[in-house]
């Protein structure tokens, strides 16, 4: 592990360039730039507050807020959409950059770095947007605000064990991506993201113990919501399994590193 994290240091120059580049290059050719990082998720908080809120008048159980559900609805899509990014694009980094595998050497693990590093970059935009959306409404969740950061943590180590579980077994059997598209939006919507788990029967809420992304998505709308720490032994199962995805993930990587270049 020191080894690995001592060779991805050295090409740190080339992991944040390659940041830089992908930014860039998402936004080349049109009018406005960089400003759609902008426009895409304020028309989002937009679309959530004045529909949900205003138009439809949806509310939220036990909250009296104005714009409860539509903060409920952010925190849970805004936190998903880090998951499906990191995840999505990890089960394919290796297969969409086989010629610079083939053509370069570099650490081969630079290439999830990178794309959780780009996905950090979409988030930390529209999050902050969002943030600013809850200091005006005045629905800023306090010193709460500070647990998001564990729980992103664990997040993110899960989806990038995860990724690198996936982005290995694709180069060797390309069903697995397919397969895990597929089974993302199933995972979705078995999430409560844009409806409360209240509203559940009993016995599927009970299955959702088997859902590591409920307990996530939960605890970030616990704190965006209530303004209240999660139950942090509720996140335990989760913190558990980030750390044994990645463990995994890097065997795995290891393992077969060299065998991928010749299945690119």
């Known amino acids: 592990m020191p080894a690995l994290l001592a060779s991805v240091w050295r090409y740190r120059g080339f992991v944040l360039g390659s940041v830089r580049r992908e930014f860039q290059a998402k936004y080349r050719n049109s009018l406005l730039g960089a400003l759609w990082t902008v426009l895409n998720p304020l028309a989002m908080i937009i679309v959530y507050t004045v529909i949900f809120s205003q138009v439809m008048g949806s509310r939220l159980a036990g909250s009296g807020a104005p714009f409860a559900y539509s903060i409920y609805l ?20 290796f297969i969409e950059h086989a010629n610079l595998i083939k053509k370069l050497q570099f650490p081969r693990i630079c290439l999830p770095i990178i794309v959780v590093l780009n996905a950090l970059v979409n988030f930390g935009i529209i999050f902050g947007l969002f943030t600013g959306f809850l200091l005006l409404s005045g629905s800023f969740p306090g010193w709460a605000y500070l647990a998001l950061v564990p729980v992103l943590t664990m997040l993110v180590l899960f989806a990038i064990g995860l990724g690198m579980i996936l982005g290995v077994l694709n180069v060797f059997f390309r069903d697995v991506g397919q397969f895990f598209t597929i089974l993302l939006q199933f995972w979705f919507w078995f999430t409560p993201i844009v409806y409360p788990v209240t509203t559940l029967p009993a016995a599927v809420r009970e299955l959702l113990v088997w859902n590591p992304m409920a307990a996530v998505i939960n605890a970030c709308q ?32 290891r393992r077969r590193a060299g065998e991928m270049v010749d299945e690119l």
């Open 74 to 93: 952010c925190a849970g899509v805004l936190t998903w959409g880090l998951f499906a990014e990191i995840t999505s694009r990890s089960q394919s980094v």
């Open 222 to 253: 616990t704190i965006l919501v209530h303004g209240q720490a999660p139950h942090w032994r509720s996140l335990l199962p989760v913190a558990v399994l980030a750390v044994v995805s990645c463990a995994l993930g890097l065997r795995l990587f």
